[in-house]
């Protein structure tokens, strides 16, 4: 399938992240536990197109209350499904995290992946809210009830920059 043919299948959705954001990271305290208290700060993040715009990747450091450690993103656009592979890296345990799985509709993207979290089966869910052309949102939600009810533990806040 070329280029052409699959621009309309959402090759195109992440092109709004490329380059350089200020991100103000909210994140709660406890996750799953009937916490309402957050931490804020704020970070620097990059992102770039790879593989000719069916991929991009992005690297941040986060300097969270609770440690500092990096982190990575790894997207990837399937033609055939058009649907998006997110692909989380993390320095304080080395490897990748189950894909997320989803994709761009009436300009939302929304993404899901069953995980592990303290021992128990979760459903996760990522929300990609482009704004305007110099600021955007994620969202990050935890279910444990299979989806029936989300708890919304990290909101990233983009601004270009």
Request: net charge negative.
């Amino acid at each position: 399938m070329s280029q052409a043919t699959t621009a309309a299948g959402g090759i195109h959705d992440f092109d709004f992240f490329a380059g350089d954001w200020a991100v103000h990271h909210r994140q709660l305290r406890n996750r799953l536990a009937g916490d309402t208290e957050w931490f804020e700060f704020d970070g620097r993040i990059g992102m770039r197109k790879i593989l000719g715009g069916l991929g991009n990747f992005d690297e941040t450091e986060i300097r969270s209350p609770r440690g500092i450690y990096n982190g990575a993103t790894l997207r990837l656009f399937d033609p055939e499904t058009s649907n998006w592979s997110i692909y989380w890296l993390d320095s304080r345990r080395l490897g990748i995290d189950t894909p997320m799985i989803g994709r761009f509709e009436n300009g939302i993207g929304t993404f899901y992946a069953d995980e592990l979290f303290e021992g128990r089966p979760i459903r996760v869910r990522f929300i990609w809210t482009p704004i305007s052309t110099t600021a955007c949102r994620w969202e990050q939600a935890f279910s444990a009830d299979g989806g029936a009810s989300w708890e919304t533990n990290w909101i990233m806040d983009f601004t270009r920059g």
